[in-house]
Structures are given as structure tokens and as C-alpha cells.
């Protein structure tokens, strides 16, 4: 596992490749959100566009994601992101 030199200390420490993809992608949906509330054709159009440069799915998640959250409330604000559990309610992210 790779490493990296924290600032603050000097110590190394793991990097966490999946972890960042998934924050990377929390604030992509987050960014679509706020476009979504400003102008609903600047959103769709940046999915329409990146579903067709992406492969594996991954435009189609990212709609998927963004429908969701929406669904359930979340309009893009920093840190918000959003979850059903099995009682039904949502969660907001606190990282």
C-alpha cells in the first residue's frame, strides 16, 4: 500500500485509494445538484455528456446518484449526502 507524508506531523501514512474515489464522487453528485437548482439544462446536459465519455456504467451511475439524492433532499450542499436505511430515514454525512 502507498503512502503518503502528512503535513502537520511528517508521518506516513496509507493512502486510501477508494476512499477518495468515493469523495471525488460525493462532490461530482453534489456539483450536478447545485447546477440542478441554478439551471436544470446545465445538469442534464453535463450528464448526458458524461454518460457518453464514460465506459463501465459509470455516466449511469452518476445519473443514478443524482436522482437519488435528489429524491431524497439533498440540493448540494457541502458535506450533505444522503442515505435510506431500513427505518427509512436519511443521513447526513458528518466527514
Not at 9 to 35: C, F, S
Not at 60 to 89: H, M
Amino acid at each position: 500500500m502507498q503512502t503518503r507524508l502528512t503535513r502537520r506531523t511528517g508521518e506516513a501514512v496509507p493512502i486510501d485509494y477508494e476512499k477518495m474515489e468515493e469523495d471525488r464522487h460525493r462532490n461530482e453528485v453534489r456539483q450536478v445538484l447545485k447546477w440542478r437548482v441554478e439551471d436544470k439544462n446545465k445538469a442534464h446536459a453535463y450528464l448526458n455528456a458524461v454518460e457518453q465519455k464514460r465506459k463501465h456504467g459509470m455516466g449511469a451511475k452518476l445519473r443514478k446518484d443524482v436522482v437519488e439524492q435528489w429524491t431524497l433532499g439533498n440540493r448540494g450542499e457541502p458535506g450533505d449526502w444522503r442515505s435510506t436505511e431500513s427505518t427509512g430515514t436519511d443521513k447526513s454525512e458528518t466527514s
